[in-house]
């Protein structure tokens, strides 16, 4: 072919007002997609779409809207130019909490819901997430099942006695299910605890992607994908056409042009409990560098 | 399932699309995700192909030479429009316009994938093959291929995205 064009182009941010925490409980197996109220006037650049993803352990009859996420991702999509970054936050970084004062970041989630959250790590990052997604972890196994499985490049070898104690190799691994919600979730064994588990997350971020995105042109996959999604997913406050814009979206990133940073901090100690204290000028500094076109050249 | 029917714009009936094309578009209704039933789809896959219509014709067809191709893009959002503007080499014959004598579309296909919701469409997929004969200062023939992604408003179907390529045919 003489000339190729990959691009993609979403109305989705603007005019994003409606505060839409789903009624009642979910179940811990569902999806939750929640906008944004962007009320505060945080100016985003609209071409580039904002999602954190959020990880929880909810058990069964817990409300993962009112737990301790556990994984969290700050996903920024271009949607002009294909281009994705993710920014890791580390569970235990000690923040500002709006209306609460300093605690853990993933403790907003516990006081104050998704929009907590989100406003949260956005003040971190002086970037203003669009959507939160919460997918508790048998949720995210099923997604990676219906995908049929993800393939990451795993950087060194590591087991967890309780997790997965044959452990997982070095180099291109293929994970499914469980098994890759489970190579998200294991920091004891690894040399820098949770900044390597948010290094992880991200592996399987890109590893979802990837899947996608390889069968995106598939006759009807797309749609499929979405109709899953919806069967599963915690809210009508999302239409089904802005869903469908937004996994279209997801399938056009290209992976040449994902970056990824896991926010660095300090060990600290707050009240006798471990703590990370983040690099809070390298957490506006990502900000800064992504928020217009979602790339980050240098962590 | 092939073919279409029921009233669309350009008034498919047998996977034809019977506007003012000098060749017909096939018109093939692809993978329907979800709830939506034949009399719907059928009524999705017409509105779709009269926008894909709208693109091919106003981008690879008409009158030579001429250097507007903005037409093409009437069904596309503001930002899909900006970006296929920005693209005058694949999107649309705008990078030769000026110097070809003539534009010949010789075959035109297009699939139609869709996601159905509550009985209503929600979103759609056309999966597009035009070929196009050049002629003038370009001598060639291109085939286009890709998708558009689409999904419907209160004005109509509306092109938010696409995944195209462009080339020479059997390059």
């Known amino acids: ?299 | 399932m092939a073919g279409c029917s029921g009233d669309g714009a350009d008034g498919e009936r047998d996977g034809r699309s019977r506007g003012e094309h000098a060749v017909e578009t096939e018109a093939v209704l692809g993978k329907v995700r979800g709830a939506l039933d034949d009399a719907s789809a059928q009524q999705a896959l017409a509105d779709v192909t009269a926008v894909v219509d709208g693109w091919i014709d106003g981008g690879y067809g008409g009158d030579y030479p001429r250097t507007g191709f903005d037409e093409a893009f009437s069904s596309f959002t503001a930002d899909a429009r900006e970006l296929a503007l920005g693209q005058p080499g694949v999107m649309s014959n705008a990078e030769v316009g000026g110097s070809l004598e003539r534009a010949e579309i010789t075959s035109r296909s297009v699939t139609v994938d869709l996601l159905g919701v509550e009985g209503r469409p929600a979103g759609a997929t056309a999966h597009v093959l035009v070929t196009v004969d050049l002629a003038g200062g370009v001598d060639r023939t291109d085939e286009v291929r890709g998708r558009l992604l689409l999904t419907p408003g209160k004005d109509g179907w509306r092109v938010f995205g696409f995944d195209v390529r462009r080339g020479e045919e059997g390059a």
Request: aromatic fraction near 4%; hydrophobic fraction near 40%.
């Open chain 1, 1 to 299: 072919m003489r000339a190729t064009l990959r691009t993609l182009v979403l109305g989705l941010v603007l005019g994003l007002t409606a505060l839409l925490v789903p009624d009642g409980a979910p179940a811990p197996t569902y999806l939750t997609l929640v906008k944004m109220d962007r009320a505060a006037g945080v100016d985003v650049d609209p071409d580039v779409v904002w999602i954190l993803a959020v990880g929880s352990d909810a058990r069964p009859g817990e409300d993962p809207t009112r737990t301790r996420g556990d994984a969290l991702q700050m996903v920024g999509l271009d949607t002009r130019t294909g281009a994705a970054t993710a920014v890791g936050i580390p569970r235990d970084s000690w923040v500002p909490i709006p209306g609460v004062g300093s605690n853990r970041v993933n403790a907003a989630l516990y006081y104050g819901g998704p929009q907590l959250l989100g406003r949260t790590v956005g003040n971190l990052l002086g970037v203003q997430p669009d959507y939160v997604m919460l997918a508790p972890f048998s949720a995210l196994a099923n997604l990676i099942s219906g995908i049929g499985g993800i393939t990451v490049d795993n950087p060194r070898a590591f087991a967890d006695q309780d997790l997965h104690p044959r452990g997982w190799p070095a180099g291109k691994v293929r994970i499914n299910g469980m098994k890759a919600v489970e190579f998200a979730r294991v920091r004891k064994a690894l040399p820098r605890g949770d900044f390597d588990r948010s290094a992880n997350q991200q592996l399987v971020l890109r590893g979802i992607q990837q899947k996608i995105a390889s069968k995106a042109d598939r006759p009807g996959w797309i749609e499929k994908q979405t109709l899953s999604v919806l069967r599963h997913l915690n809210t009508d406050g999302v239409s089904p056409r802005e869903l469908f814009r937004i996994a279209q979206a997801v399938a056009q990133v290209d992976p040449a042009k994902i970056t990824t940073c896991v926010l660095q901090g300090s060990i600290g100690n707050v009240g006798g409990a471990s703590v990370v204290l983040p690099d809070t000028a390298a957490a506006k500094r990502y900000g800064d560098a992504a928020r217009e076109d979602a790339t980050i050249e240098r962590c």
